[in-house]
């Protein structure tokens, strides 16, 4: 079944997408007016581009007037590339895409940020455990549990290499019928 869903509203005009067997269509023509961009030249481009010209495609959605219209579309996972093969110099547009070049920034830098600082605080806490465990190799029952820790670990590697032998054996596993 489609379902029609309100997908952004951007500069007043209400962008819609719809949902057809798990896959979301986005209709383009919204998108060109609320970026005051040439709906016919941004088609043209669409369908020359090596990757777009073959996702692209007519869906039946319901306009912003709740009349069921044939309306060129493109599936949600290309839209965002696509948005940046546009090339206006719409001030609507310009505004749009420096908003999405920050958005983006912040995403990565963010990321890059976060991953760093994870870095340094897993070799703190390395540290931490290497300082213990001199500390502790001393005591007896350390050097049980430490023993008891690294069976567990070989039992675990052995479990998983059953497991992928099992799965390994299954996958191979010809179905033909023999004669």
């Not at 870095?119 to 390395?126: N, Q, Y």
Request: glycine residues 4%; aromatic residues 12%; proline residues 2%.
């Amino acid at each position: 079944m489609n379902h029609i869903k309100k997908f952004l509203e951007f500069n007043g005009k209400v962008i819609y997408f719809i949902a057809v067997d798990g896959n979301y269509w986005i209709a383009i023509r919204p998108i060109c007016e609320s970026l005051n961009i040439q709906f016919t030249r941004t088609l043209k481009n669409i369908k020359s581009d090596e990757i777009l010209r073959d996702v692209w495609s007519k869906q039946t959605m319901r306009d912003t007037k709740n009349r069921l219209q044939s309306m060129v579309a493109l599936p949600e996972k290309y839209i965002y590339g696509w948005l940046f093969s546009i090339r206006s110099g719409s001030d609507a547009f310009q505004n749009y895409k420096r908003k999405c070049y920050d958005l983006l920034y912040e995403y990565f830098h963010g990321s890059i940020t976060q991953r760093h600082q994870t870095l340094l605080e897993k070799s703190d806490a390395l540290s931490e455990m290497e300082q213990l465990e001199a500390e502790l190799s001393a005591d007896p029952k350390f050097k049980k549990w430490n023993d008891a820790r690294a069976k567990v670990m070989r039992y675990g590697k052995r479990l998983k290499e059953l497991d992928d032998d099992f799965i390994q054996g299954q996958l191979s596993l010809d179905f033909s019928s023999s004669n």
